[in-house]
């Protein structure tokens, strides 16, 4: 099966990646790491990717381990986890934006509706499972 690496970098204002995904990499924008997922980062940890049709985003990809899952169940305390389109950290909702770029000082994703277009076509030819590896650096 497909495993993909996002290779972390903890900064004060976002946490920043570097996704290694099918021989293409991508830069990625999270927020902090805290105790709240959905509002901070998730855990470092191994998740299944899921492709996930929402109501705000469609042709994506949830996270799925690690207390989140592919929606989030009435009176649990879940969150669906999503990768999907944004340049700033107020924009991550606690999710993965994908970009081609950035400038850490902002810190700023660049490139982020091509990059999101070509992970989803690269995610779409692949098939079977797909895991993500989160780790530090």
């Known amino acids: 099966h497909m495993s993909l690496t996002l290779h972390r970098i903890y900064l004060p204002a976002a946490t920043l990646g570097l996704l290694e995904a099918f021989g293409e990499t991508f830069w990625t924008m999270e927020p902090i790491p805290g105790p709240v ?3 901070h ?19 994506t990809f949830a996270l799925v381990g690690e207390g989140v899952s592919h929606w989030a169940t ?25 970009g081609t770029g950035v400038i850490p000082r902002g810190p700023l994703l660049l490139g982020s509706r091509q990059a999101f277009e070509t992970f989803r076509v ?4 692949q098939s ?10």
Request: with cysteine.
């Open 37 to 39: 997922v959905g509002s």
């Open 128 to 137: 079977g499972a797909r895991t993500l590896r989160i780790q530090r650096g």
């Open 41 to 59: 980062c998730v855990p470092e940890a191994e998740y299944v990717l899921e492709p996930h049709d929402g109501a705000r985003f469609k042709g």
């Open 74 to 98: 009435p009176g649990v305390d879940d969150e669906t986890i999503l990768f999907h389109v944004g340049n700033k950290p107020d924009e991550t909702h606690g999710c993965i934006l994908i």
């Open 122 to 125: 690269l995610m779409r030819e």
